[in-house]
């Protein structure tokens, strides 16, 4: 009778144990769900070539503002082609089929008007709860043809649906930090991210500038291709894969089992054909690294050892020119950018 109940002891810690796993799992699965819609700007309604194409071409999101925010959706040219387009050359972050772009300043004569900005918003799936924390995220990145960064990107969340007006450029909940991430990379995807406790009721997001023309923290980064155009004398960044969900693992202080994510470097960027890329594939066992042309035409393809860290490439054979990478694991691309070959 002693040993009967020491099993069933032992069985009733078993099923407690079973429990407080479910828990966390269940908890790390709720933060896991993403309130935005469209979160890639996948969802295509009309796929036109033009410029200024976004409400009415991506579903689920909409512009303010006239002009300069654009959907990138498919082609490999034209004004609104992947990977070039009018404003650079950039690849869908992670494999994706499309991405969105804005102008978060102007700085030119042709910004007659004070704090002249484009933004773009989503309805959320659902409303954000009172005293809820919030986890944010978003990715951009600084296009090649402008001459100036901007570095204050944020996410603004409001109960109704944003207009145009005063109240737009009071504080976001969340703000880049334009010291500690400057906004200035043209090569690769950029995240901004942060945490902040709902009000209750918010049930828009809204993205881009939300600091004055006189506070905004603006840098120089090189002249315009074309002088003479004003086209170029504003701030554009592309944007891809929002996320906003419950931040349920920092309020709970819960870190549940998780796929560990791959880290990748390459450098020096540029270089003359002879690069290294330093790595760590996390819990994934099995990658390679792969070499396309502007046109996304594979060129090379390279096996990355998961008992290594670090992949040593020379390609002389390679001409000058802008050159864009994948790390893929199977159907999966942990990790994507750009690099140049000057020679």
Known sequence: MHSSIIVTFEALKKIIYIFLFSLVCCSWMKAQVNLVPNPGFEDTLVCDHSTNQFQGFVDKWYGLNVQYFEYYCGGDSGAVGLPIN????QWQRNGGAAYAG???IYLDSFAYTKNLRNYIYVPLTDTLQHGKQYFVSFYVSLSNYVIYACNDFGAKF?????VLDGTLMSSPQIKNDPVLNPLTDTL???EIKGRFTAAGGEKYLILGNFVSDSLSHIQYMHEAPNPTSYDWRESFYYIDDV????????TMGIT???TVPATVKLYPNPNNGTMQISYELGTHQEAVFEIYDVCGKLLRTYAMDPDRDLLAISEAALSQGIYFYKVRAAEAVLSSGKFVILK
């Open 86 to 89: 009018e404003w650079g050359i």
């Open 102 to 104: 804005l102008a978060p």
């Open 158 to 162: 409001t109960t109704t649906q944003p």
């Open 188 to 190: 690769n995807w950029m």
């Open 243 to 250: 996320f906003v969900g419950l931040d349920t693992l920092g």
């Open 256 to 258: 549940p089992l998780q």
